[in-house]
């Protein structure tokens, strides 16, 4: 059924009442003609109500009417409170004049469907009775009133949002389940933990948003014993949840090189050719060998230790070595 109507009765000496003159008293009989056509534009909204809330309505309007956006919203602010010659409700502006033809075509719509409706639903019975004995079932059927079919539509595309959003819950309480090794783990049917992922998905993010958190917080809380707790629906999916998205994670070698750069530095050249002596079996301190299986300096029977000079006496397979001074 039309929410709207094409055409509307008035008063064929509106321009002698008070409120018109009031109008015209300011903007002549332009904003006159300009009132008739605003009202028009209400007739064939929904319901008869004009819903100026969104811009371009507005200036689809204003213009259409030869005005610029501030001089129109002026000038349904003079009809309103001055001229009292329009209605402004929650869902937009209508008039007095519009509505009472609504309601009236609206009415006189029902009747004509209510009669329709029941003379199919008539023929279709009368068709019932006479193919009864033939064991034809009859083809008519009973035709519903278009509200109850709209009705049952919206229902069930409800219905099925509301199956897809459990679906989605699901996924997303399984994942964080699995990845924790629960057993029982956290519930699909619980309420509050129901609310906040419908309620971050209603804010744009998406199932694999719900994934990537998971992943993250569970590599960087699963080991730790002071953040393991909140390992959790209501810490992950609340407030923070955007913050976590976009958390940077670094690995742990980038962190140990990190650390490492900051505590010290690099070990100097010298220290690096001490190393080096010591690691061939050289004692950089006195420059003599160190006997490998038991890394003492060579001792003779007496004690007095018998040094080889290595500079002195040289092996060639150390003649890269160089003396550290």
Not at 179 to 190: C, H, P, T, V, Y
Not at 298 to 305: A, I, P, Q, R, Y
């Amino acid at each position: 059924m039309k929410e709207n109507i094409e055409y509307y009765r008035h008063f064929s000496g509106a321009d002698q009442h008070p409120k018109f003159e009031m109008l015209r008293a300011k903007y002549g009989w332009s904003g006159d003609g300009k009132f008739w056509a605003l009202n028009n534009r209400i007739a064939l909204a929904s319901n008869c109500v004009l819903d100026l809330s969104k811009k371009y309505v507005k200036a689809s309007i204003a213009n259409a009417l030869d005005f610029t956006l501030d001089e129109f919203d002026q000038f349904v602010i003079y009809l309103l409170e001055e001229c009292d010659l329009i209605i402004e409700t929650e869902s937009g502006i209508t008039t007095n004049e519009v509505q009472e033809n609504y309601v009236k075509v609206s009415e006189k719509r029902m009747k004509n469907k209510a009669g329709y409706v029941k003379n199919t639903i008539l023929k279709t019975a009368e068709s019932s009775t006479k193919l009864a004995g033939t064991g034809i079932q009859p083809t008519g059927m009973q035709i519903q009133p278009s509200e109850n079919i709209q009705s049952k539509v919206k229902e069930t595309k409800v219905n099925k949002s509301k199956v897809n959003k459990r679906d989605d819950v699901v996924i997303i309480l399984n994942d964080l389940n699995e990845r924790l090794g629960l057993k029982k783990g956290f519930s699909a049917n619980s309420e509050k933990t129901q609310s906040l992922i419908l309620a971050r998905l209603r804010d744009g993010f998406s199932v694999d948003d719900f994934i990537i958190v998971n992943e993250k917080k569970t590599n960087s809380w699963k080991t730790d014993p002071n953040m393991c707790k909140f390992l959790r629906p209501e810490t992950l999916y609340g407030n923070k949840f955007e913050g976590y998205l976009n958390e940077i994670i670094v690995s742990d070698n980038d962190a140990l090189r990190f650390n490492q750069g900051k505590q010290g530095k690099k070990p100097s050249t010298k220290e690096r050719l001490a190393d080096a002596w010591a690691e061939m079996g050289v004692d950089p301190e006195n420059n003599s060998l160190v006997k490998p299986e038991t890394g003492d300096s060579n001792v003779d029977s007496t004690g007095v230790e018998q040094s080889i000079n290595v500079l002195e006496f040289g092996l060639p397979e150390r003649r890269d070595i160089k003396r550290l001074n």
